[in-house]
């Protein structure tokens, strides 16, 4: 994941199809697995969200996400959607790399009543 993705039409299509699966599910926990790298400023996550035809909350989530440029807005999620579970990253403030890969998911705490992403 890069920041520069944010917004773009598959985020509307991975957020509305989480938030769906949450709330089908009936999940406390939406536990999003980064892995992020650094913005590349390739052309890459251009897309409108509105290309994927997700419901309107979403889509404005996603314009939201593209103007404030932070993942942190994620966790905001299940209150757009008047949901009730909590979004948790895992190592948000780490960059994946190569070099700690092994690292990065060593302390991975799986299990309970949440899903993965």
Known sequence: ?????????????KWDYHDFLMSKLNYRTFKIILMMTQDD???????HASNF?????????????RNINSIEKIKELPVITSSS???????ENNFITNENRYAY???FEAGGNQLFF
């Open 53 to 65: 035809p997700a419901r309107s909350e979403i889509l404005e989530f996603c314009n939201q996400l």
């Open 85 to 91: 579970y909590e979004v948790c990253f895992h190592k």
């Open 105 to 107: 998911f060593s302390d």
């Open 1 to 13: 994941m890069k920041v520069q993705y944010l917004g773009d039409s598959k985020d509307s299509f």
């Open 41 to 47: 400023g390739g052309n890459d996550g251009n897309t």
